[in-house]
């Protein structure tokens, strides 16, 4: 990113003269206060939110200006991973799994669900990885919350992403699920090399499981550094106030 502005219709500055680097391979953990702009950042990077001005690139590719044919080959090196995950319930684990190999096969071949023995040995292997693989022909509707978002970690793996965004990916889960979620990401990220890139709220996870902290402040970079070693004088400087019972899994 070099000085990227990000400007809503309605006049809201989410994102103000952003310059970051991201190297790949990196855990980083994003963090802020509802506003921060820390949901902007992560929808910027997928060309979901627009860039008002300034420069965005991803695997050497330029987002900003993006368009059609283009646009859909990067976001098919990324990987989304949402709060509310996504899936389509009245269908199985699997064929929301397959739904990762979208950028990656003809449109006819989606359309009608034909997917190849690759792209089914991909979704098993994904799967497998996040220790669901029992699931596949479950109904999404019948999952838990975690094996929800289980099933969303493995369909972003299946896309083969060289990065992986999870915006608030565990707001919704107790805590055991969530350090297992965080876990999984975690993983991803050591075994497979895949960089990933996370919005928290929850600061004792931010620190746990990221390498590399960043905390946003009305759209802006006030901390940028090693995320075990970021301590609560540092949260609060990032959140303009003290830290409670509420920024934290565990307390």
């Known amino acids: 990113m070099r000085e990227v502005t990000v400007r809503y219709p309605n006049g809201v500055v989410a994102l103000d003269r952003i310059s970051l680097d991201i190297e790949a391979g ?23 939110v627009p860039v008002t001005s300034g420069e965005l690139e991803v695997g050497g590719h330029r987002i900003d200006g993006a368009r059609g044919r283009e646009l859909r080959a990067v976001r098919g090196q990324i990987g989304m991973i949402f709060q509310g995950f996504n899936l389509a319930k009245r269908t199985t684990v699997l064929n929301n799994v397959l739904v990762g190999r979208l950028s990656h096969a003809p449109w006819w071949r989606t359309m ?40 969303a970690i493995a369909r972003a793996l299946t896309q083969e992403p ?27 990220n050591q075994d497979l ?8 709220h929850l ?7 990221g390498t590399r902290l960043i905390g946003l402040r009305a759209g802006r970079i006030v901390y940028d550094g090693d995320a075990a070693s970021a301590d609560d004088a540092v949260f609060e400087e990032i959140y303009g106030r003290s830290i409670g019972a509420q920024d934290v899994l565990e307390k």
Do not use: C
């Not at 090399?193 to 928290?200: A, E, K, Q």
């Open 193 to 200: 090399g895949i960089t990933v890139l996370t919005n928290l």
């Open 26 to 48: 990196e855990m980083v953990s994003v963090v802020g206060l509802s506003g921060s702009g820390k949901s902007s950042l992560i929808r910027t990077i997928n060309a979901l």
């Open 203 to 209: 600061l004792d996870l931010a620190r746990r499981y």
């Open 112 to 151: 009608l669900g034909a997917y190849t023995a690759a792209d089914r040995r991909l979704a098993f292997e994904a799967l497998d990885r996040v220790e669901i693989l029992p699931k596949a022909y479950q109904r999404a509707a019948d999952l838990s919350g975690g094996q929800a978002q289980r099933v």
């Open 162 to 188: 060289r990065l992986v965004l999870a915006d608030e990916p565990v707001a919704s889960l107790d805590p055991p699920t969530a350090h297992a979620v965080m876990g999984d990401l975690r993983r991803i």
